[in-house]
């Protein structure tokens, strides 16, 4: 496999072998040249051969250079849970502040905009809490039961602090520790609430989102405040809400979950829609301005790091 430069685009070839091959691991092919996530599916590069397949790296920045060279084919470690599903390790966590910026536009791509199938019955709630002092960060899965909305199960897990604080790039600090407690569950969510953005974020890819690629399942941002994108204030009743948009684009909505109390700002995850995310938000909303399963990851995830 080889890279082939055309100005200063990047382009390779695969080619297919075996038409029935079921592979048993995720593949990741990245561009050799920047962090670029070229194409992520089930096929092993080791035994492509016939067809011809060709893709090219987005990025068209001077330091692309302009020789033949390899590009870089790596097996995505697939995580096993101990709820018996599989997460795709997606990428490496130890990039640079603007690869990680590269990354994020070309995983937002990927993001997938689809109705929720069916009844959700399962839902998680998802936030964290740092300990600064220490330099840990620490999370809290809580697992709910729709429509009553009682406690299934709860997962924690804490990490050492490794990226800092830094707007637009938060999912790097605190993303792995999600999956981590995750991936403790025994049981397997149909849908995740995240306290954080969605794709209401300057390269469509928060928290939320990011998330929902690794889990493969409807995820929402559920934010306290707002990052990016501009509002109307919406009626003051619970359950209204006004657009949030960036520019001309609708990015999420700004969501009032409780009368006379400020609200919320929800935005789409991964493989949901903004009507779902609202949806499922006001479902899970009892009296309190936050949605239970965020509600109770908050207070969970609060006494873990105190203890």
Not at 134 to 148: G, K, T
């Amino acid at each position: 496999m080889n890279t082939r430069i055309m100005g200063t685009n990047h382009v390779f070839a695969l080619r297919q072998n075996k038409p029935n091959y079921k592979p048993t691991a995720a593949y990741s092919t990245y561009c050799a040249f920047c962090p670029n996530l070229l194409s992520f599916n089930n096929q092993d590069p080791a035994i492509l051969r016939n067809t011809r397949y060709v893709q090219q790296c987005s990025n068209t920045y001077s330091g692309h250079r302009e020789n033949s060279l390899s590009i870089k084919t790596e097996p995505v470690n697939i995580l096993n849970t101990d709820n018996g599903s599989q997460m795709p390790k997606l990428h490496n966590w130890n990039l640079s502040y603007s690869a990680a910026a590269e990354l994020q536009k070309n995983l937002a791509g990927k993001l997938e905009s689809t109705p929720v199938r069916g009844t959700p019955k399962l839902v998680a709630g998802l936030d964290c809490a740092i300990d600064r002092a220490n330099e840990r960060i620490f999370a809290a899965a809580v697992v709910l039961r729709l429509p009553n909305l009682e406690i299934v199960e709860t997962a924690t897990t804490s990490k050492k602090l490794t990226f800092p604080y830094i707007p637009g790039l938060l999912s790097f600090r605190e993303a792995p520790v999600c999956i981590a407690a995750v991936e403790k569950l025994k049981t397997n969510p149909d849908v995740f609430l995240i306290d954080g953005q969605g794709i209401a974020h300057p390269r469509r890819l928060g928290l939320a989102a990011h998330l929902g690629l690794f889990f493969n399942k409807p995820t929402i941002g559920c934010a306290k405040s707002r990052l990016i994108g501009t509002f109307d204030e919406p009626p003051l009743e619970k359950g209204s809400c006004t657009p949030l948009k960036d520019k001309e684009q609708i990015i999420g909505a700004v969501l009032r979950t409780r009368t006379n109390v400020k609200p919320l700002f929800i935005s789409v995850g991964n493989k949901c829609t903004l009507d779902d995310a609202i949806a499922i938000t006001l479902t899970c909303t009892t009296k309190y301005r936050l949605p239970e399963p965020t509600r109770m990851a908050h207070q969970l995830v609060g006494k873990v790091k105190s203890s």
